[in-house]
């Protein structure tokens, strides 16, 4: 299994687990299931709503002492409505308690985007803060003093394209260690991983398999499938693989770090063993021709009429 590399000289594994819309009651036996096979790297985040479920699987699994807390990698991210410099640690905390862990291996912060402190998920207007009312450098002198505190080892941010990586480390000197962002072939951020290579920042992708956030009506106006993709079928075929392990290699193989979710045995174990075969110089030609800047997780509920987050990405 590749890793990615941190200054202080830690590793992650290039492949872990993704939470994200894995239900309560599934979600903790994913997690045993997916430790006891292999996987050391979980991807967790306040807003899944499942960290407690998780908890209890890390509990269970850690209380056992065949697998340590120290051997496993846990991600969790801080959510929008915990921007303010007050809010950030004591997010931290819930997430932490919430975990059953004392502390985390990455913390980030979800999204360049800030709610009001009541807003769980904005419906208006008037439930976000703008940028200038929490400057996103307020938000990260809280993560560093997370760091500093021992809460977490790592301290990085997610969804953020060049541009706000820029306004950022215009503002300090202490730069994110990771920004996580949707990745596959259809979008494939070519300039951003450029950028954060140049600039010493990991990055893991999400929704790697093509799971996004539009209605199942907006799915079948124009969502195309990446599992089904013709491309990506005939590769698998000549590998003897499923088209989930060529995604995933795919991502592996570039030097990402990539979290496919699934709550299902089968489907847990397969996408580990995706660590087991290389994609060749043809197969990578041929995903790379598929890039067509295409988002799964398109950040348009963050847009409203009078807020200040149109075109979060820029692209
Ligand atoms: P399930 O949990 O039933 O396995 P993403 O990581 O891009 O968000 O994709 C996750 C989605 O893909 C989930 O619906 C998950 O369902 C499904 N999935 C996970 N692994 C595979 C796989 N190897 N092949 C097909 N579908 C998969």
Known sequence: MKTLKFKNGDHMDAIGLGTWKSEKGEVANAVKIALSNGYRHIDCAATYGNEAEVGEAFAEVFGKGDIKREDVWVTSKLWNNAHKKEDVIPALKQTLKDLQLEYLDLYLIHWPVAFKPDVSFPEKA????????????????????????GLVKHIGVSNFSIEKLEELMNDTDHLPEMNQVELHPYLQQNKLLEFCSRNGINVTGYSPLGSGDRSDEMKADDEPSLLENPVINKIAKKHGASA???????????????????TNEGRIKENLQSAGFQLDEDDLKQIADLDDHFRYVTGKFFEMEGNSYENIYND
């Open 126 to 149: 008037e439930d976000f803060l703008s940028l200038e009312e929490v400057p996103l450098i307020e938000t990260w002198k809280e993560m560093i003093k997370a760091k500093e505190q």
């Open 244 to 262: 989930g392990q060529i995604l995933i290699k795919w991502s592996e193989q570039r030097g990402t770090a990539v979290i496919p979710k699934s």
